[in-house]
Every structure is written in C-alpha cells, then in structure tokens.
C-alpha cells in the first residue's frame, strides 16, 4: 500500500456515523474512499454545501458544483448548497465534529503550519485558519516526513501558523500521535515499524503510550 | 425599474482605482462576461475584493495576468502563479484573508456592522496590526469591515425588480457582496418578469441589486474544473 | 436517521433552569405544540430566549402566564401586559434588547463569533454596562454571543435529514436559533422524505437540527392576526 | 381632516418611486394610504419581508404573513421574504432609504424618546433603535403635542432615549420641522396656525426658514 493510501485508510477510521467532516485538500480527500459502505457522514466542502459527493463521470460534469479544491464533484440527495458566510458559520460555529488537513509542520503544542513558505510558496489560508480554529476535532493527514527525509513533527513550528495549540491527532504512514497536555502520545505504530523508527522520523518529544497499539491500516 | 442594462452601461462606474468586489469560488460563480468587459476596457490601479484570482487565463485571473490590479484581498492565490509572482516582484499588493473571516467582513460591510470579534487567526501573522479583544473571557480578534464601490456579481436568475436566484455553489461570496457595495450589478443567466420568483425563494432581495446583465454564453464548465484538478 | 421523534422525547430536554430559544414573531413562526408541551409538563424557571412574549394567551404567552419564566432575553414585551406586570412586580427578570441586536447576538452565537460591533444602542440605557469600541474612527457597542441549551423552532417543511424550509415572514428569529442552540428541535407542518427539498432551496442544513416534531392541527390565524390589531 | 391624516399625507410627500421604507405602528402605517398611485415605493417589514401590501379582506388572511404590529398583511409580487438578520442587515446596513416612527418626545439635537416612560410604560424597543441609527433619514411622524397639551418637541428629551442625534425630519399636524447643526428650522406652517402657534406649542427653539412655506397637505 501507499503510503498516503495507508494515511487515508486509517484517517477513515477516525470517522463516525452521523459526523459533520471537511475533507481538506491532498491525502484528506482521499479518506472519502475508505469509508464504509453506508456510513451517513456528512462531508461538507467550504465553498459552500454539505452532503459532497463522488467526482461525476466525465461528461457529467455541472458546471456549478466544484469542490473546495475546484475539481468539479456532484452533491448528494439530502445536500444543501448555502453561501461562503454559512458555510463558515459552520466551520467556525463549531457545527464541523471533524477536519482533516495536510500539513507542512505540527508541533508539540498542536500547533499547525500548512499555509505558506516565507519567500518560496505564498498559496494563501484559504480555509484552512478557520476550519482548524473551528473544529470540535482537528486530524493533521500527511506522510510523516518531508520528501527531503526531514521531519515534519516539531518541538515547535518554524513556518508560519496557521493556528495555535489546535491540532487534536496526527496519522501518518508510520505513526497515529494524539497531541495532548503533556505532549505528543505516540498511541500506534504501523506494521513494519518499529518505536524507535518513529522516534527516529520525528524531531519532536514522543511518549509511548501505555496503550501502544499497532496502527489498522 | 429599468434594472437590465448593458455591460458598457455598467462599465461607466469602473474606472483606474475603483474598489470592486467580485464574487465567485475559482471561477465558479464569477460575472464572466463583466470581467471580459473590464479587460477591454483596460482601467487601472483595481482593488479587487474576492476570495481568490482563479486561475492565470480565467476568472479574475484574467484581470492579474492583463495588470489591471493594484491591491488583493483575497484567501487564496495558491491557483495562479502570475499572482504570486506580482506579488514576489512587488508589483501587486496582496492581502490575504482568513476565507471564513473574509466572508464575516464583507457581510459586516453589508449590515451595517462596525466588526465582528473571531478567533480565527489569533497566534499567527493575520493577527498583527489587528486589535485583540476578551470577550466572555477568551480572547478574539477584531476584525472590521469590507465595503466597495462596486460589486460585480453572478447569479442564475433575476427579475426585474433585481430579485436573485443562486444556483448550487456557484453561490458562495455572491449574496454577501450584493448587500456591502455601493452599486451593485447582476450578471445572470435568466432574466425573468416580477413574480416569477416566488418571495419564499428569493436569496437576494432585489433592493440590493442596482442592475442587471444578462451573461453572454459561456461554456467554460470543463475547463474550470479541470484547471483546479 | 430518525430525527422524527415525540414531544414528550423532545420534552426530556426541557427541565427547571433550561435555557431556551424559540422562534416566532407576536406567534407567527411559534413552535405551539412543544410550547403547550412544556405548559403541560410544568418546568419552572426558564430563561427564554425569543423576539417577544406575544399576547398574553397565546404562544410564548402562555409560559409567562403560567409562571414558568424567570428570564427573558427579548427586544419587546408591549403585547403582553402578563409580561409587564410580572417584571413590574419583581416576579420576571426582563433583559430588553433591540432587535437587530438580538438578532446579531444570536447569530453569532450560532457562528462562533465573539461578539459584534453595532452602533445600535448608542447614547442609550441599551449601552450601560456595555464595552464601547472604536473602529474606523467610529464608535460602537461591543454585543455578545447568545446561545441556548435548547432551541425550539418552527419550520413550514422538513425532510428526513432536517433540512428545513420556512414560509413567509414566520421564519423571521428560526434560521438563527438553529445554529446556536446544544439541542435543537424543529417542529414542522410537512414532513417529507429526503430528496423531496432540493439543495438549492434548503434555508437551514439538516446538520443543525436535532431532532423533528409535527405539528398539531392549529387554525388561530385569525386570532394572532386580530391580537395585534 | 383629522391631525392623523393630515400628518400622514404630508409625510407621504417625503417619498419617492424608488425609496425603500419602513413605517412604524401607528400614524406612520397610514402612510401607505396616501402615496400616489402606482408610485413605487418597497415597503420594508422588520419581521422579515419587503414588498409589504395592503391588508387582506376578511377571511382572506393567509397565517404566516404579518406585519411588525402583528397584523395581517399582504406581500406584493415581486417581494421578498428573509430572516430576521437579513432585515436588519437591511435597516443597519444603509439599505433603507427612510424609517417612519413615532415619538413621545424629540429635541433640538435630533434625539429621539418613544420606547419606554421608566415606572409607567416598558414595551421594548423591538426594532426601533435599529431603525433609526440604520435608516439614511429618520421622519418622526406624530401629533404636535400629547393629550394633556403638553410639548413633545422639547429642548432636550427627558424620557430614556431611542437613538441619539439621528432624527432628520419632525412633521406634525401643525408643522414640518427640520433638525440641523444650528438647531431646529421650521420649514412649513399648516394652514390654520401662524409661526407664533406653533412656536407656543413647542419647547424647543425654533429657527424660522427663510424659505418658510404653508404645509402642503
């Protein structure tokens, strides 16, 4: 398996029936394919609706209905469409039980950077600084390090915030980590994995949970 | 009422340094033909209130990549690079906005409000400058309102008293910029007589809307959606 | 899904002390059904929430008579002389609010705002013990958050998922309760399956709603509209 | 003609085709009886609606469509339903050309008293401030004196304000008062009463316009 498939298959498992969920944009959209079959979840999409639905085949496309990363998506019966002040009324009114989101750096703290690069990347937050405030849970979903092999999970953030001490879970390929008071618990580590690889991949302090599980995947 | 016009029409209150707002979600929802209207036209110096630039030859986008736009503020610029190089090269002035927190602003600007307090952005760079307020105890930013003097916007259906109808999520920034600018246009699909919407559907009262335009056809659907593919 | 539920389930959230929200304007948009519900259950001590407290034998009305409110959160109390001797008497609590203030506090407590900024009140008692705020050079009253453990609404339509639809001026105070309550309960003419409302035409996502009552059969139409004659 | 009518006709040429406006319960709701013909004027309901037309027959009354005095009312084609935020989004927002309310008291600031009289009267503001902070002008439309005889139009309001400095127009049955920086300017004298009649029933100082007319009723 892939690692972003192994992130999105576990990431699945964080969701219940019944839960309000944004889907940020990357490996979180893919999460929309491991859900059970029949599982009522509401995806919501910032733009502006709830009740997201799968990509329609080509040529069935309307012209009106993107996805928050402006692909173009169909809405679900049951759906409702409203506008950007709703919608974020939603996200930020804590109407949202869940938003999974990639991310550049998390820290200890639960603290979140996934928006710009000084100098280099400037794409803007988006909805990203409200759906993270929002949230009544918020799921970092990325590949545990950066291409370049560095670590991603900090003892503090060197990139610009997106926002402060709001991150409740990180999953990545190796690893689920639950940012609490005392710190980052490291709670499962995935097949083929060891502690110590994890600890390894991660600048920031991990305390073994004394429920350490293998991460299902 | 006399609300129909024409895009020259329009055009006449958009000049070098107007402030326009223009609604749409990567081009979805955007006054496609307004804009064309624009470029031709060729004005200058535009602040350009909206949630993103689309991308670098549609939308929005089109008004950057022709440098019609002095300043931004917008939530997002990640899907047209010619933006962010304006920006890197100086040569645009850009504002980038919490999108939540962008659309409280604009609706503020419309109600008559003075600001609204959100805890969205607090720890991070779009707090600074800003003033930081306890409310109940916890803490939040203040953040003030957004006006216009234009807002170009689209909607799938209007009638002649300037009562719109929105279609799926082309919605988005629509309705709240039809309230918080000083003239306000329409670009629509449909054009249909007074009561052909019925007053339990309208979404935006037509007393916001100053006129109106008939959107010239378009059919750009597959493009857009692939463009943020 | 099965938000369809009984008053007397709805009726196990409504205790002695409950906060509530409830809809209507002089009773039109009241959810009657669970408002006699609570009469017949007798809890004692709610704060309510709500534009007004109508006349004195009808909707919200009918709480005030029975002693059952403590306090209320209203913008006027005019139509019902009950409400008036009660807080004259000392026996109610009565905080007056205007109602486009009331209307802000609520929806932001339903969007997660801190407060807003209004310049209603100014100059006047409304603005007494109240944080005043200068933005834009302007002056303005800092107006917090309203939320309820309980809101009780009143929708025309529901479908199976809680999508509502309002009719006429009787959706005035809904929309915005649905948002900023812990538990929140429509009560409905029309019950219909999901499907049946388009996403278009929904005004309040079933994500807000708890759970759904039917209405029961009430014909005083006439009656609410003479009592305000 | 009785004062009411008198009052409401001459505040009826304030409006023109085009004008959004709200008119108080009361003298104010008689307004709507005496605009010309065909002039359009959009009629605002703070309860929720715009298009406001005239009462049903009997029997006729459709439940849910009241005015903001509870009244059955009509809604025209062409109007608009909406929430209570909206319409006062509308007022707030600069979006109503013209409130029409009535007073117990007004005076040479443009200060407005007609909510409450403390240890007597407490009927709420309902959408009274709203109205007059947000409407671009402010009418009060009411008889000259109250029922004792005694003045209304004073030096400076005794009873608990409604809105500070934001009356712009006082038209009674005797006369058609203008509140401006240098105080206020009586501008027309119904016909029947001289500048010296008006003057006694009134506290306030009056500034007789240079362009004092007969009222026009």
Redesign the interface.
Known sequence: MKPKEIIARRVARELRA?N?VNLGIGIPTLVANYLPENM?V?LH???????LGPVPQEGH??????N?????VT?N???????????????????LDITVLGALEVDEQG?LANWMVPGK??????????LT??ARKVIVAMEHNAKNGSAKILKKCRL??????EVDLIITEKAVIEVTEEGLVLKEVAPGFTVEDVRNATEAELIVSSELKEMAV | MGKLTTIDWVLNRVHDETVLMIGGFLGVGTPDSLIDGIVKKGVKNLTIIANDTCYPGMGIGKLVVNKQVKKLIVSHIGTNSETGRQMTAGEIEVELAPQGTLAERIRAGGAGLGGVLTPTGLGTVVAEGKKTIIANGKEFLLELPLRAQVALIKAYKADTRGNLLFRSSSRNFNPLMAAAADYVVAEVEHFVPEGDISPNEVMTPGIFVDNIILQEVYDNAVEVGKGGA
Chains 1, 4 share one sequence.
């Open positions: 019944g309000v009522d509401e999409s910032e733009n502006g609706f709830i009740g496309e309307d012209a009106d209905v993107i928050a990363g402006g692909q173009h809405i019966t049951g759906g409702a469409f409203f506008d950007s002040a709703m919608s974020f009324a939603i996200i930020r009114g804590g109407h603290n990347l400037v794409p803007g937050m988006g909805g990203a600084m409200d405030v929002g610009p915030l997106t926002a402060r001490k």
